[in-house]
């Protein structure tokens, strides 16, 4: 069985954690570092990963509505107005912690990556 070549995970080390996602993973990653003082920046960074990913989803269920005739015009207004608040604060929350675009993009499989 190829699981008996992978090292065991209860293993305390570090190291073999990151043996493990690397033998399992096909393609290169970015390494997540467990350091104190990078806590901060990757919750940061997972958060407006997630933000972005609902954002995307919300905005595609909205244009779909749209298409359908199914909300009314301060229904789309307010729609409008709130993506693009949203879009601010966005903006803002990637300044403060450093972040690029590119920075929270999600490779989804056969969905595509997240723009």
């Not at 879009?87 to 999600?106: C, Q």
Request: charged share 35%.
């Amino acid at each position: 069985m190829i699981e008996d070549t992978l090292p065991r995970t209860e293993s305390c080390a570090l190291s073999d954690l990151a043996n493990v996602i690397s033998i399992r993973d096909a393609q290169p990653r970015s390494r997540i570092e467990l350091k104190p003082e990078n806590v901060k920046d990757g919750l940061g960074k997972l958060v407006l990963t997630i933000v972005k990913l609902i954002r995307e989803l919300l905005e595609r269920q909205a244009i779909r509505r749209i298409e359908a005739e199914s909300l009314t015009e301060d229904e789309i207004e307010r729609l409008g107005t709130t993506f693009m608040r949203l879009s601010e604060e966005m903006e803002r929350l990637k300044k403060e912690f450093g972040l690029e675009d590119e920075d929270l993009n999600l490779d989804l499989g056969p969905l595509g990556k997240l723009t």
